[in-house]
């Protein structure tokens, strides 16, 4: 929805960033969350996760060899500690 | 919604652009789908895609022969292994 | 609901732009359709429709002379093989 | 939502500024309906109607001698013949 | 939603510059309409009212001294002619 | 959801910005309201509230020392009298 | 949904800015609520959660071990007596 914040202040999208290759899990406005490797992300919260699982109400939906996120849609980003 | 990242930090753009002529998913907000070729997309996800299909709640709606997807629109692209 | 992408990049766009005066349908994000001959569109996707018909459900609903759909409303456009 | 298009590419927006003056009919996003005569429009599609009469679901529920409709609610402006 | 259109075409918003210190009616997305004296607007159709009345389905809900209304609520400036 | 209005033509937000330390009462767009001392405000409209309280249909839910409120939520401040 | 205000007016920006490292409960504009040690935020307003909590309704809902929530979403966030 807008520019990313300049460069002084970005350190929730540094700690993204450093997060890149870890497991994550991607909840999006519409409830469904995505889990799975964090291949890159970019300071709008566009996110590439690949081997990644669609959730919806906690039961899985489908899998994905590679997807492209679109980051105005995302809530959040929880970092997993597995991986 | 919003100006592209910086060129820095947009990786997720360049891994859409390079699966450009590649068979992909494209789901927007409204939960359709859409399969077929992305011809081409730009950094705010506008996506052209030839021979289309729409899918809703998994069954074929529509064919496309080219069809020009407004980027705000989208929820992820799924880049496909076939093709 | 943003600038439009820069120049670089902006291929979809591009296609858009020579589908000028051809025969194209838009769909709205709230599902409606018009078809008519897409007398010129700009990088907002803004566009200008002359004899254009819309369609609510596959039934037609109105006539349009001439009419300038604001483009953050727009879903896709598909532009159709005949005219 | 975002910042008008660059000055090559707003020809949608130039056949809206030609309109001034002609009756037209301005729907918002909630379905709400305006015709009057357009005596301004801007880039942003802010319109000055002037009697206007408001319409909802075809039926005529109000008259202003002078209205400013903010851009981003605007669905279409159609451009009547009549006037 | 965006930032203000740029100077040369800002006509409508002009004509609300000039409208200071006129009784308007607001009314805003939500359908709740607010009626006062104008103290001032900006381009970005912020809204200071003074001795205003807030309506909802045409009955009053309450009074205000002072207001100020966040631009991207607006959809409409009525300019009455009282006053 | 877009960039403050140039320095020219930003009068109502200089009378927020007048008014911190002044009781008032900030509706949000989800028809929540809170009461408390604007500490605070910036020309997003981003709020700062101190010995706040939250009411929902005019009945208090909570009690806030210190809040942020994000401006994009903000529908108006309304400035009381009293304090 | 926009650029951060400039820096001569983002006091809101640097309470926020000052409360890191302090307890704080973020509540969405989906009506979620997470509570934890604010690591981080920017003038977005994306925030670092660490050893957070999600309510909903009241009721504990997850654990997080470290999220970052995306700025857009966010409805307020309240600083806690607390650590």
Redesign the interface.
């Known amino acids: 929805?807008?520019?990313?914040?300049?460069t002084q202040?970005?350190?929730?999208?540094n700690?993204?960033?450093k997060a890149a290759n870890r497991l994550v899990s991607v909840r999006?406005?519409?409830e469904i969350e995505y889990k799975g490797k964090m291949?890159?992300?970019?300071?709008?919260?566009?996110?590439?996760l690949t081997d990644a699982e669609e959730f919806e109400n906690g039961s899985k939906r489908a899998n994905?060899?590679?997807?492209?996120?679109?980051?105005?849609?995302?809530?959040?980003?929880?970092?997993?500690?597995r991986l």
Chains 1, 2, 3, 4, 5, 6, 7 share one sequence.
């Open positions: 929805m807008n520019s990313p914040p300049p202040a970005k350190r929730p999208l700690v993204l960033q999006l406005k519409n291949s890159n992300v970019d300071p709008y919260m566009n996110v590439i994905y060899g590679k997807v492209v996120i679109r980051g105005n849609n995302v809530l959040y980003v929880k970092i997993e500690d």
